[in-house]
């Protein structure tokens, strides 16, 4: 069951995934709808799930659970899986590769492998200040204060 990401609560379950680039104004729009539709009919074990989204700076799509009536199974999990694969697929886009680094370089977002980023940081062409995506963040709350943080404070501080 689609719900608005403004409702899902604090411990929602969030999984983030980036593009190696930005969508385009048209994409966003489509990929909106495919989002709406998908999270309509996700189910785990028959029940509906509460789930919501969001599209940051037209370059991640944010799925949100609300898990207190229904938790993602595995088969449901698969189901996104599928789901983003597809998206890839449509849109000429990566968004499942974790391996990757999206970052701010002033108001513009770069993505870099995670070797390439472990270089720059080595060259200090990036620093421990640099505001970085933590896609890892586990739930809303996370998500909401610590999704971009300076890289020193989020498992990218490993590479300063």
């Known amino acids: 069951m689609l719900v608005p990401f403004e409702s899902l609560p604090e411990e929602a379950r969030i999984w983030v995934y980036q593009s190696n680039r930005p969508f385009t ?6 990929i909106a709808k ?6 309509t009919q996700w189910t785990a074990h028959g029940s509906d799930l509460h789930a919501g989204y969001e599209l940051p700076y037209n370059r991640f799509i944010v799925i949100g659970l609300d898990q207190s009536g229904a938790s993602a199974s595995g088969c449901s999990i698969d189901a996104s899986v599928h789901f983003l694969q597809a998206l890839e697929a449509k849109y000429g886009v990566t968004l499942l590769d974790r391996m990757n680094v999206t970052y701010k370089q002033g108001e513009y977002l770069a993505y870099k492998s995670l070797e390439e980023f472990r270089k720059m940081a080595k060259a200090r062409s990036v620093s421990g200040k640099t505001i970085v995506f933590n896609n890892l963040v586990a739930n809303k709350q996370d998500y909401t204060e610590n ?4 890289a020193s404070e989020s ?6």
């Not at 104004?25 to 489509?30: F, G």
């Open 147 to 150: 999704w971009e943080v300076p």
């Open 34 to 39: 495919d989002l709406e539709a998908f999270l």
């Open 155 to 160: 498992w990218h501080g490993r590479f300063f």
């Open 25 to 30: 104004e048209e994409e966003i729009h489509h």
